[in-house]
């Protein structure tokens, strides 16, 4: 997170950062993981979106998260949508398409991959 938030401070005047918060990933009542256990990461599947929004501000805290954070709903429409799970970081242009897509995170993520697509994107060409 400290790089995506990085090129956020650097390109958050010219391209519009979203955490969308999908779903827990190795929820304690299903598949978990020892490193999360080890970290104290360990929650239950959300029930209800309220649920849900208490883990997604759970998140955005521990995390760091400097910008807007927006939880999918529990028909997972975000999700099915961009293949968003596990985590993933997407370019979204203003017409809608996909200009960047990482491989699932958290190991998939290359911030200079995203670096290079907003240098791309035209306002950044341009100099803001």
Not at 71 to 97: N, Q
């Amino acid at each position: 997170m400290p790089a995506v938030q990085a090129l956020h401070d650097e390109f958050g005047s010219q391209a519009e950062f979203l955490m969308v918060y999908i779903r827990e990933a190795h929820p304690s009542d299903a598949w978990q993981v020892s490193s999360n256990e080890r970290d104290g990461v360990v929650h239950r599947s959300p029930r209800d979106l309220a649920e849900r929004s208490d883990l997604a501000r759970t998140c955005v805290a521990e995390l760091d998260v400097g910008f807007t954070a927006v939880v999918d709903g529990l028909d997972e429409a975000t999700d099915e949508a961009y293949t968003a799970w596990p985590e993933r970081i997407y370019l979204v242009g203003s017409d809608g398409r996909v200009l960047y897509k990482s491989l699932p995170g958290p190991f998939g993520f290359e911030p200079d991959e995203l670096e290079a697509a907003l240098r791309a994107l035209p306002q950044a060409a341009a100099g803001g």
